[in-house]
C-alpha cells in the first residue's frame, strides 16, 4: 500500500480574501513552471473562513488542482452557536478537509481531545477528512515523555471512531515547540513519534488501517528541510504554518520529491 503525500498549508489568521487571490494564482503558476505532477501530491489550502469562498472561486474556475481545507469546524449541526460554523456551510463551499485541535485551538480556546474528537466524528459524518492534531509542549518533551503524552492524545481524539474512519484521516503530529519557532524538530524526532503514532493504530484497530491512515509533520516546515523529513518512512506529509504564505516556498514544499534529500 502506498500512501500519497498530503501538504497542508495552515494559514492561520493571515490573508484576506482579496489578498488570497494573488497567493494562490502565485502558488499556482509557481507549481505550473516548475512541472508539479498533482498525482504525485495532494496540496491542500486551509486559509480563514472568511476567505474559502473566494479560493473556492478560483480553483474551480481556473481547474486548479488545490483542495480546500478549514481550519477549525463546529461539533454541532447548526443553532445557537454564535460564532461557530457547521459542516454543511463546509461541504456546501468544496471544504474536503479540516484542521481539528490544532495545539493553537488547544492552548488558547481550551479545546481537549474529548472536543477534538467530537468535532473529527462531525467532520467524517459530513464527508470531510479531519486533520487531527496531536503533539508534546516543550516541557513534556525536556521530561522524555513525548511518545506516551502524544500517543494518548491519538487515543483521545480517535475515540469510538471505525477502522475504516480511520484509514481514510490524516493525523498530524506537531510538536509544539517546533510550531512558529524555528525549531525544527530533526527527521528522526519526527520519525520517532509519527512511527509510534503508526504502531499505536495498529494496535488499537488493525495493521491494514494503520499502512493506510496518513501521518504528517508540522512544525517550521521549509523548503530548506522538507526533503530530509519526508524522507522518513513514517512521514506521508507536513502541516505547513508560515511558510504556506510564501507562495515559492510551499510550491518547493509540494514537490518535495523533487528536492535533494
Ligand atoms: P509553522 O506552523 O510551520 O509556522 O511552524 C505549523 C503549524 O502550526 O501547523
Redesign the pocket.
Known amino acids: 500500500m502506498t500512501r500519497k503525500p498530503i501538504m497542508a498549508g495552515?494559514w492561520?489568521m493571515n490573508i484576506d480574501h482579496i489578498e488570497a487571490t494573488g497567493l494562490v494564482e502565485k502558488l499556482h503558476y509557481t507549481l505550473v513552471d516548475k512541472e508539479w505532477d498533482p498525482k504525485k501530491t495532494d496540496a491542500v489550502l486551509i486559509p480563514p473562513f472568511t476567505d474559502l469562498r473566494t479560493v473556492r472561486t478560483l480553483i474551480d474556475g481556473d481547474r486548479l488542482n488545490f483542495q480546500l481545507g478549514a481550519q477549525n469546524v463546529s461539533e454541532h449541526d447548526n443553532g445557537a452557536y454564535t460564532g461557530e460554523i457547521s459542516t454543511s456551510m463546509l461541504t456546501k463551499l468544496g471544504v474536503t478537509y479540516v484542521?481539528v485541535g490544532?495545539?493553537?485551538r488547544r492552548q488558547y480556546f481550551g479545546e481537549t481531545d474529548e472536543i477534538i474528537n467530537a468535532k473529527a466524528a462531525k467532520a467524517l459524518s459530513a464527508g470531510i477528512t479531519p486533520i487531527i492534531?496531536v503533539g508534546e509542549g516543550l516541557d513534556i518533551r525536556k521530561e522524555g515523555t513525548h511518545v506516551e503524552y502524544t500517543l494518548n492524545q491519538v487515543r483521545g481524539t480517535l475515540a469510538n471512531l471505525t477502522a475504516e474512519q480511520v484509514a481514510g484521516l490524516v493525523i498530524?503530529y506537531?510538536p509544539v515547540w517546533?510550531?512558529?519557532?524555528g525549531e525544527v524538530a530533526t527527521p528522526e524526532d519526527a520519525q520517532e513519534v509519527c512511527g509510534a503514532i503508526r504502531q499505536e493504530v495498529a494496535a488499537l484497530y488493525d495493521e491494514a488501517t494503520a499502512e493506510s491512515v496518513r501521518i504528517q509533520y508540522?512544525?517550521?516546515?521549509?523548503s530548506g528541510n522538507v526533503a530530509q523529513i519526508m524522507a522518513q518512512p513514517d512521514v506521508d506529509g507536513c502541516?505547513?504554518?508560515?511558510?504556506?504564505l510564501q507562495p515559492d516556498e510551499f510550491a518547493a514544499i509540494v514537490r518535495f520529491y523533487q528536492l535533494p534529500a
Open positions: 495552515n492561520k484542521v490544532h495545539s493553537e492534531c498530524a506537531e517546533a510550531i512558529g519557532t508540522g512544525g517550521s516546515v521549509k502541516l505547513v504554518g508560515g511558510a504556506s
